[in-house]
């Protein structure tokens, strides 16, 4: 079946440190979205991307589609304890016709004050 | 916009009890998803519904679960009898899907309901 994997599972960063996570999927995506979920909270969207090798940035946290559609990244740059969190990819298989995404396990991240 | 609300917010049982989660997706969406969250098995999507249809419910876990749409505005999770391993965090989560579209819209997340079975 469909898969979207995420790694790595954790991550424990110093404060000012970089972080990255990385999602693949065993099939193309038409797009792929990134959620962050903070300790007792709930997903909440970032950003979409859409074309083939896309790239965005929103102030220290840059996101990248890879050129085949089936792999992502997140990076963060100079971390910081509001950066704590879950970081989910969810992708949207390119052959399903609705609105349905599949859900990464996402990757944890904790920064060390 | 007061967001996707969910209800309730907790919710402790004791095994083999009815148990019923409910959702209020942001107004004017037109899917609705639930999705059950555990340290396991992270964020599982249980079933999908588009203009209150079911469109997807592969992901229902057995017999035990249904889902309700009776109007745009309303949803239910039902699980019934409820079993210790169904304790987890459920999510309701809506979107505006647009016909034709060719990127997938915002989920945007309820609160989540914690449920606790005995």
């Not at chain 1, 099939?27 to 979920?37: A, C, E, G, V």
């Not at chain 2, 203009?51 to 505005?73: H, T």
């Amino acid at each position: 079946g469909q898969q979207v994997m995420q790694i790595p599972q954790y991550q424990h960063v110093q404060e000012g440190e970089d972080f990255t996570t990385y999602c693949n999927s065993s099939t193309t995506l038409s797009n792929i979205q990134w959620y962050k979920q903070r300790p007792g909270g709930h997903p909440v969207f970032l950003i979409q991307l859409v074309k083939s090798g896309e790239v965005k940035k929103q102030k220290r946290l840059t996101f990248q589609f890879g050129e085949a559609k089936k792999n992502s990244s997140l990076h963060i740059t100079a971390t910081q304890t509001t950066d704590v969190g879950t970081y989910f990819c969810a992708g949207h298989p390119a052959e399903t016709s609705y609105d349905k995404v599949i859900f990464g396990p996402g990757t944890s991240l904790s920064v060390i004050p | 916009d007061a967001g996707v609300i969910q209800s309730p917010r907790h919710e402790v049982t004791e095994m083999g009890q009815e148990v019923t989660l409910r959702c209020k997706p942001i107004s004017g969406h037109n899917s609705l998803f639930w999705y059950r969250q555990t340290m396991m098995r992270g964020l599982e999507l249980l079933i999908y519904f588009n203009n209150n249809v079911p469109i997807d419910d592969s992901g229902m876990p057995e017999d035990r679960f249904s889902a309700k749409m009776p109007n745009a505005s309303f949803s239910t999770l039902k699980i019934q009898p409820s079993e210790p391993r169904d304790s987890a965090v459920y999510f309701c989560a809506s979107s505006l899907a647009l016909a034709g579209a060719s990127s997938t819209d915002t989920q945007y997340f309820g609160p989540g309901t914690r449920l606790t079975v005995l």
